[in-house]
């Protein structure tokens, strides 16, 4: 059974930072692509950033400059730097991987940005 599981989650003040990270673990023999999905209340999930296996990376543009992903491969591992947060990334972050040639989730962690 493989799994994706997030942390790093919380609440921060505005122009904070926070580090998410995602580790895949179970029987695992193939990891492709790698991202960072988020879903605010009352709006569609979207994309936020994503790494190829090769460490290729592509952002949406409300969070270029801010937000940098990374991988590390040896821990079958996705994290996501965000810095300067402002109250519209307040969402739900979830991880998702292409991982044994399917489309995995983890269960997501709730990222607040408030003063």
């Known amino acids: 059974q493989v799994q994706l599981v997030e942390s790093g989650g919380g609440l921060v003040q505005p122009g904070g930072s926070l580090r998410l990270s995602c580790a895949a673990s179970?029987?695992?023999?193939?990891?492709?692509?790698m991202g960072w999905y988020r879903q605010a209340p009352g709006k569609e999930r979207e994309l936020v950033a994503s790494i190829t296996r090769g460490g290729n990376t592509n952002y949406v543009d409300s969070v270029k400059g801010r937000f940098t992903i990374s991988r590390d491969n040896t821990k079958n591992t996705v994290y996501l730097q965000m810095n300067s947060l402002k109250p519209e990334d307040t969402a739900v972050y979830y991880c998702?991987?292409?991982?044994?040639?399917?489309?995995?989730w983890g269960q997501g962690t709730q990222v607040t940005v408030s003063s």
């Open positions: 179970g029987s695992i023999f193939n990891i492709n692509a």
């Open positions: 998702n991987g292409f991982i044994n040639f399917v489309f995995r």
